[in-house]
């Protein structure tokens, strides 16, 4: 059973555009949600996180929104660079963050200059 | 700040032989430590949670007696990799937390390359 769900699994957006990436959970315990950046053959960068109390967190050009009554969470990268061509993976956990990861299946992002 | 660090970053051995991958975190102090696993283009899965002082706990299907887990200080935990064949072949990846506060986000290292031969 997948326990988070990710779409799309590869997007191309022009440069300055926005990137927007989704992901939808089953498991209710779920309280804390982060999304990694991982480019290849490096471990996942913490890009920004997100409680299921709030329903928008901004970090830079970095904004998740959440959607507590619909289980689901997306992730808006906005102006898209060049350099943020990479893998993108949602995330969720029980204990505050406490507990291990559940990953999705990750969005391989490729931004056109 | 927050930085974990694995070693070695890439090893390969012929099978049969045993591997140890180091985890540790550089500036913080962390009582649980996470292994995971992560195959070509695929996404990250959850091994084992690492208790400093204490047993690790397996997620399910993952054996206990091949995936060796020793947590000995706040700043190390390690994976050893037991008679190892090519399907363990593999990138292991280790996260870990700061203690002691509650929502803190989990830091990855960079990884190990595992090839097995």
């Known amino acids: 059973q997948q326990q988070v769900k990710q779409s799309p699994q590869s997007l191309i957006v022009q440069k300055g555009g926005i990137s927007i990436i989704n992901c939808a959970y089953e498991n209710t315990a779920f309280d804390y949600f982060p999304w990694y950046q991982q480019f290849p053959g490096k471990g996942p960068a913490l890009l920004i996180a997100?409680?299921?109390?709030?329903s928008e967190k901004k970090e830079g050009r970095f904004t998740i929104s959440f959607n507590k009554s619909a289980k689901q969470f997306s992730l808006h990268i906005m102006d898209s660079q060049p350099g943020d061509s990479a893998t993108y993976f949602c995330?969720?956990?029980?204990?505050?963050?406490?507990?291990?990861?559940?990953f999705g299946k990750g969005t391989h992002l490729i931004i056109q200059p | 700040g927050a930085v974990v660090s694995q070693h070695p970053s890439w090893v390969i051995c012929k099978s049969g032989t045993s591997v140890k991958i180091e985890c540790r975190s550089l500036d913080f102090q962390a009582t649980t430590m996470f292994w995971y696993r992560q195959f070509p283009k695929q996404s990250l899965m959850l091994m084992a949670t690492?208790?400093?002082?204490?047993?690790?706990?397996?997620e399910q299907g993952v054996e206990k007696d091949k995936f060796l887990i020793n947590h000995a200080s706040l700043t190390l935990s390690t994976l050893t990799v037991t008679s190892a064949h090519p399907e363990d072949s593999s990138f292991y990846i280790c996260?870990?937390?700061?203690?002691?506060?509650?929502?803190?986000?989990?830091?990855f290292g960079d990884g190990t390359r595992l090839s097995i031969l």
């Open positions: 690492s208790n400093e002082g204490s047993k690790a706990t397996y």
């Open positions: 996260s870990a937390s700061a203690s002691g506060t509650e929502n803190q986000p989990q830091h």
């Open positions: 997100i409680r299921p109390d709030v």
């Open positions: 995330a969720a956990t029980s204990g505050g963050g406490a507990d291990g990861l559940t």
